[in-house]
Structures are given as C-alpha cells and as structure tokens.
C-alpha cells in the first residue's frame, strides 16, 4: 500500500565503515539537507534539542585523538583492550563524514528528558532513512565513552547534555553488496485489541 515509502525503510541498513569509499567526499548542499530533515522530527514541546556536529577530512583526526585518549583515561585495566584502540584510531577515517550528535537538554522540568531521547532518535532515524534515498551508506555507532565527562567537555557540552551517537556516512564502495537483515514476522510483536459493540 505504501511501497515507495516501504521500499526505502527496508532498504536501510548499517553500513560500517569499511565498506565505504574514503575517497569520495560527501557534499555540504547533501548533508546539510539530511541534518534539515532530522530537525523535522517531532519533539514534544518543540524543544528541537539537537545540535549535530559534523566531522570531515582532518577534523576526523581530532576526533580520533580525543576518542582514543578518552578510553585510555576511563577504561579500567581489566577492561582495556588495545585491539578496541586501534580500532577507535581507524574507524572514523574510514567514512569520508562522522557526526557527533548531541543531545542538548532543552525541556526544563516540563519535558521528561526520555522524550527528549525519543524525539533524538526520530531524528536520526530520519536522517538515516535521507541518507538510504539519497545512496549513502549510513551506520549509527555508540562507544559508551560518548557519555564520560573528558569527551563531553571536548564537545562544549553542558552538564545535562548527551552525546547520543556518531553517524558515520559515506558512499558505499562500488563493489559492495548491499547487506541483508531480518526481523521477526510482524504477527510476533502485534497485540490486535478490537471491541466491538
Ligand atoms: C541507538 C543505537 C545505537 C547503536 N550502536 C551501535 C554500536 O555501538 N555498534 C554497532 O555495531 N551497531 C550499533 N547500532 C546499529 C545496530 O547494531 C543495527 O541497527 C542493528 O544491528 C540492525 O541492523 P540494521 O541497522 O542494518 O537494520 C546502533 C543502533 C542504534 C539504534
């Protein structure tokens, strides 16, 4: 009934990184028109609490340096893992564009900081959905160093505010094949509840 629209949410997948082309760039006109149709999420008490920071080129080192000396000083010894450093150090130049999304805590006592959450997931979900229409490969990471005190600084983040992810997203390599995924038949998670008079 709805195929185009059903076509295109079932066609976006996570698209990680190394299955993007690093050398081809993403243009500004391009992004600055996903991050639009973000912010036409729907939020409760039209708080618009995001604030998208995009990193390109070598922007992406600073990223990477602050990401990699963030889980030095709050990793545990027992938990550290060199192997997860060197990733941290690769990942984000393998997409051509990173984008810290952050949360900023805008609802006062009047909207619970849950919806704020939600509507922020809305937003990305949209800008995830812009990007597959668009032939972008996108992939929604969340390292739990996002919500330490030393990355929250880096950003200029108030005390309430979250960093909820980074989008990473690039075009997809040529040879790539496109994932497939599953999801449990529909029937498993619908409770019909119908009276009738
Ligand atoms: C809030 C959120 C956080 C996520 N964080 C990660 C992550 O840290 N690492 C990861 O591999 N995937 C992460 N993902 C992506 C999911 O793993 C992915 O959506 C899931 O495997 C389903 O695959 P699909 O996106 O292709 O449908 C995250 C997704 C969401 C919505």
């Not at 983040?157 to 496109?178: S, V």
């Not at 994932?179 to 008079?197: D, F, T």
Request: hydrophobic residues 40%.
């Amino acid at each position: 009934m709805l195929p185009a629209t059903t076509a295109l949410i079932r066609r976006r997948r996570s698209i990680k990184p190394v299955d993007m082309d690093p050398a081809r760039e993403v243009d500004r006109a391009l992004l600055t028109e996903l991050i639009e149709n973000a912010t036409w999420a729907p939020t409760h008490g039209l708080t618009e609490q995001w604030k998208f920071h995009v990193f390109q080129a070598d922007a992406r080192h600073d990223l990477v340096q602050i990401m990699q000396e963030t889980y030095r000083a709050t990793t545990s010894v027992a938990e550290f893992r060199e192997d997860k450093l060197k990733k941290m150090g690769e990942t984000p130049l393998l997409a051509p564009v990173v984008i810290a999304c952050v949360m900023e805590r805008n609802g006062g006592t009047k909207i619970p900081e849950i919806e704020e959450v939600e509507a922020f997931a809305c937003a990305l979900q949209n800008l995830q959905l812009s990007a597959t229409a668009a032939g972008l490969g996108c992939y929604w990471s969340s390292p739990p160093l996002l919500q330490t005190p030393m990355f929250h600084d880096w950003l200029g983040l108030r005390p309430a505010d979250r960093c909820l992810g980074l989008i990473y997203l690039g075009w997809p390599k040529p040879n790539l094949t496109w994932p497939r995924s599953v999801r449990q038949p529909v029937e498993n998670k619908i409770v019909w509840h119908v009276k009738k008079a």
